[in-house]
Structure formats: structure tokens, C-alpha cells
């Protein structure tokens, strides 16, 4: 057993059993092999939705890119979402989609546009077979100039109606519904690895307790002196 293995399990005794029997469940389904990029959105409850979205899906980091507004989560929308998915946000660079960008293909990230405006892929046929990270734009100009020209491709959610998009949170549900289905059918490996997730599960359990960080840091120093 490594150091980060003892010190969670020293931690995760201090929080309730039902607490930990969530963190198992839910970290076993968490995945970084997906990430969501929301660029400029200004409507407080889109993004908030966003978040919460993420969270129902599994998906561990949320990025958002500040060209023009800031981000604000509305709780009410987002039902502590905000405590359970990691906020990446991107405000340096000219602009900081660009660099947002380059900061996700130096991951090993395939840059992916969401937009209706295409018949290159679609939600059913897109392929699954690297990391993705799928950037959603402004609730009515969509994505920026940066974000289509840069990006590997584009993918649209089908629609079969008058009206030209779905709602942003709409489109997120839809898409990382069909993706998760289709990676949990395949034999990719997109679950986060053990150590991943004791790294996961020891971070919601600083956020579960009071002075929670310094708690998992003196159990760290405690550990840490008794291998010396």
C-alpha cells in the first residue's frame, strides 16, 4: 500500500459509511477521458446547468473559457454540482480559446466543435477511439472562429425540427448520453485508474470535512514521519 492509499484511508474513516460507500460507486464511473469545454456563455443558469450535467454523467473536469463573461454557477441550478466536478478556467491568452485549445491537445486531447452547422459526424458516429473534449459555445452564436478552425472535428446532436438548436444544457445531456453509452459499450479504457480515483476520493473527502486540508495534510506529515 502506497502513501496516498493510507493516508485516504485513514481520512475516509472520519466521514459516514454512506459517504463512502457513494465516493466507491461514483469514482469507480468517473471518467477524464471525457472533458467539456463551455466557451463565453453569459446566461448564469446554462452554465450552472452545464455543471450539473457533468456531474450526472460522470465526467470529472469541467473548462471553462472566459473571452468576454465571467462565469457564475447559480446554486439553485446546480445542486452543489460545483463540489464534485473540477472547474478548469481559462482566462490568459489572446484569446483564451486558443489557448484553452492548446492546453488540451498538449493532454492528448482530440479538440471537438459542437455544432449543428455540419454533416462531418454526429453523436452516433463520431470517433470514440482517443480522449475527447467537446466545446460548447454562446447560446446564439455558438462557437467562436478559433474554436471551429482549430478544432480535429465536428459533431452535431441530431435534430428534426424547425428550430436550429437544442438549449446548451440541452445538447450537453444529449451528447455525453450517447458517448458514455457508447464507451461503456466498448472496450476502451476511459474509467479512471485506481490511483486516479484514490486521488478523487481523497479529494471529496477534504471537501466533506471541516479544515479538511489540514486534516489530510497532518495525517500526511504523521505517515510520512513513521516511514522515516
Known amino acids: 500500500m502506497n502513501l496516498d492509499e493510507k493516508v485516504y484511508n485513514e481520512l475516509v474513516q472520519l466521514v459516514s459509511e454512506h459517504k463512502n460507500e457513494l465516493f466507491n460507486k461514483i469514482a469507480a464511473e468517473r471518467t477524464d477521458y471525457i472533458n467539456?469545454?463551455?466557451?463565453?456563455l453569459y446566461k448564469e443558469h446554462n452554465a450552472s446547468a452545464v455543471l450539473r450535467t457533468c456531474d450526472c454523467y460522470g465526467i470529472k473536469k469541467l473548462h471553462v473559457i472566459e473571452n468576454e463573461n465571467q462565469y457564475k454557477v447559480n446554486r439553485d441550478i446546480a445542486l452543489g454540482a460545483g463540489k464534485w466536478v473540477d472547474v478548469e478556467t481559462h482566462v490568459q491568452g489572446e484569446p483564451p480559446s486558443a489557448e484553452c485549445i492548446k492546453t488540451l491537445k498538449n493532454r492528448g486531447y482530440k479538440i471537438i466543435a459542437t455544432t449543428?452547422?455540419?454533416?462531418?459526424?454526429?453523436?452516433?458516429?463520431?470517433?470514440?477511439?482517443?480522449?475527447?473534449?467537446?466545446?460548447?459555445?454562446?447560446?446564439?452564436?455558438?462557437?467562436?472562429d478559433d474554436v471551429l478552425e482549430q478544432c480535429d472535428m465536428r459533431v452535431k446532436v441530431p435534430m428534426f425540427g424547425f428550430t436550429e438548436s437544442f438549449n446548451i444544457s440541452?445538447?450537453?445531456?444529449?451528447?455525453?448520453?450517447?458517448?458514455?453509452?457508447?464507451?461503456?459499450?466498448?472496450?476502451?479504457?476511459?474509467?479512471?485508474?485506481?490511483?486516479?480515483?484514490?486521488?478523487?476520493?481523497?479529494?471529496?473527502?477534504?471537501?466533506?470535512?471541516?479544515?479538511?486540508?489540514?486534516?489530510?495534510s497532518e495525517i500526511r506529515r504523521r505517515l510520512i514521519e513513521k516511514e522515516l
Open 170 to 216: 440541452v445538447s450537453a445531456a444529449i451528447l455525453l448520453s450517447a458517448i458514455r453509452k457508447r464507451l461503456s459499450d466498448s472496450e476502451l479504457n476511459w474509467k479512471l485508474t485506481p490511483a486516479a480515483q484514490i486521488q478523487l476520493k481523497t479529494e471529496w473527502c477534504i471537501k466533506n470535512l471541516s479544515h479538511g486540508q489540514e486534516i489530510e
Open 36 to 40: 467539456v469545454v463551455i466557451e463565453n
Open 116 to 144: 449543428p452547422h455540419t454533416e462531418e459526424f454526429d453523436i452516433y458516429n463520431l470517433p470514440i477511439n482517443e480522449p475527447m473534449a467537446f466545446f460548447f459555445g454562446t447560446e446564439f452564436s455558438g462557437l467562436s
